[in-house]
């Protein structure tokens, strides 16, 4: 922590001192955004044996910002917290929640063309693949770095970025990655304007890749000793053999070991006056870490319309692909199951986060996603919204636990998950304070009580509410100094 407050220290010093120059800009700038939460099946459902309960959660953000005609610059620490996470009073470091959450400087070489390193947020689209997961108090940042150029005259702009993941402290030679990060992570972004800016199309390409998972092999190796049984006359009047049994156990690790997963496709945008229709898709290749190929697709779109003022209504529709685990002999070698790598979950598969984890794994079953939302602009300050979701899977088969022999390692189930209603309000009395509330509740159906772990008829429904502060104070401008 000392360290940290010496860094945060100098940082400050420097950009100060540069500010200076009538040309720069200096901004420091916070956000604190604590999260009341009331949790009965968040995220996962829950039996008779489980018990709701009320939580807080939440970060603060302290951002430093600088610019001038070359360079710009950003450095922000982040505290994600839980109340009470802590020992009382002595203690502030059992769970050290103080991180670097971005540190990261770009050079324009040309007004069109400049580079972009450190650790920073990737947000791409409508962060399907590449988002920062903003819901979560820790969100989502990568050690990355960008090349970056656009036309603007032609409404064209593009990105790459590369990300090479090793451990620390750096040696001398290439060893084993154990996290479970990326090995090497690369993406092509390209984004061009049509129609007087109303139709919008971007392609994205993703490599990211994998090491081969550490193993351990544990031998048994029994060795016999010979016991002489003798009588008083020390006459040998028998034997015994006495087995000892030792183990030892082999780690191996992977360094060379590579398996790269390739993910491709865009998305297209088109909005004139009250109408905005938007559609993507991507085909998802290559191979999982445990070598098992890959072949996988998602497709989505949605359409709203502003049928009053203050009213606009949207539907839409997506379905990942999934696992067929009926096919035994195929699930041995090839996944079919469609992953959103290192997109933000929130809000595209419901408040209530149900299937976040299952759109990222790639391990799945798949998901479908049928859905309509009421959204009421009360005033500029106010608004509320209404979405209902039906949520189903790709293929009718889960995974199954074999307890005997003859058991399928697979269930037959229906298709529909259930479904699941969102209400929100959203209150913002000032431009950097907002206040945010919602009600959540899922319907599921004993599909879903499956694919949860739990017997049919054993949890009825979920429910979960919350009420957000976000209040984003900023203590100095050099524009306004």
């Not at 003022?309 to 379905?319: H, N, Q, R, S």
């Not at 889960?398 to 058991?407: E, R």
């Not at 209400?423 to 599909?447: I, Q, R």
């Amino acid at each position: 922590m000392k360290q940290q407050s010496k860094i945060t220290f100098m940082t400050v010093c420097l950009l100060t001192m540069l500010s200076m120059n009538v040309k720069a800009q200096f901004n420091i700038s916070a956000e604190f955004r604590p999260r009341l939460e009331y949790r009965d099946g968040y995220s996962r459902l829950r039996d008779s044996s489980q018990t709701p309960y009320l939580d807080i959660l939440g970060r603060n953000r302290l951002m430093f910002d600088y610019k001038n005609d070359r360079f710009a610059a950003r450095f922000s620490l982040q505290h994600a917290y839980v109340f009470g996470e802590n020992n009382y009073s002595f203690d502030t470091i059992t769970r050290n929640t103080v991180n670097i959450y971005e540190a990261w400087f770009q050079y324009n070489f040309i007004k069109a063309f400049d580079i972009k390193i450190g650790r920073m947020e990737l947000v791409y689209d409508d962060g399907r693949l590449l988002g920062n997961s903003n819901w979560r108090p820790q969100a989502a940042t990568h050690d990355v770095a960008l090349v970056q150029w656009a036309a603007s005259d032609y409404g064209y702009s593009g990105d790459f970025g590369f990300a090479i993941n090793n451990t620390a402290p750096a040696g001398a030679f290439l060893t084993g990655y154990p996290l479970k990060n990326y090995k090497y992570m690369g993406y092509l972004y390209e984004q061009k304007k049509f129609l007087k800016d109303k139709l919008t199309i971007s392609m994205m390409a993703i490599l990211d890749a994998f090491q081969k998972p550490t193993a351990s092999v544990t031998t048994k190796t029994t060795s016999y000793t010979t016991l002489y049984v003798t009588d008083s006359n020390h006459d040998t009047i028998g034997t015994t053999i006495i087995p000892t049994v030792s183990t030892s156990t082999v780690t191996t690790a992977y360094p060379t070991r590579i398996y790269g997963r390739f993910t491709i496709g865009g998305t297209a945008t088109y909005i004139n006056n009250n109408l905005k229709i938007f559609g993507a898709g991507y085909y998802q290749a290559g191979h999982f870490n445990n070598g098992k190929t890959i072949s996988a697709g998602f497709f989505g779109g949605y359409l709203s319309y502003k049928v009053l003022k203050p009213l606009t209504l949207l539907v839409g529709y997506e379905k990942l692909s999934g696992n067929d685990f009926s096919d035994t002999t195929g699930q041995k070698t090839k996944s079919t199951s469609f992953s959103t790598l290192y997109g933000t979950s929130h809000g595209f598969y419901g408040y209530m986060d149900m299937f976040s984890n299952q759109v990222t794994s790639g391990t799945g079953a798949g998901l479908t996603d049928l859905y309509v939302r009421a959204t009421v602009s009360l005033t500029g300050k106010t608004s509320i919204e209404a979405t209902w979701r039906m949520f189903g899977i790709s293929n009718g088969y889960l995974p199954a636990t074999v307890k005997k022999p003859g058991d399928l390692p697979y269930l037959e189930v229906g298709k529909n998950l259930g479904s699941e209603i969102d209400l929100m309000f959203v209150y913002k009395p000032f431009s950097n304070f907002e206040v945010n509330t919602a009600y959540c509740l899922f319907l599921p159906t004993s599909s879903m009580e499956r694919l949860n772990g739990l017997k049919p008829g054993t949890s009825k429904y979920a429910q979960y509410a919350y009420i957000m502060l976000t209040y984003k104070p900023n203590f100095f401008n050099s524009d306004k100094h």
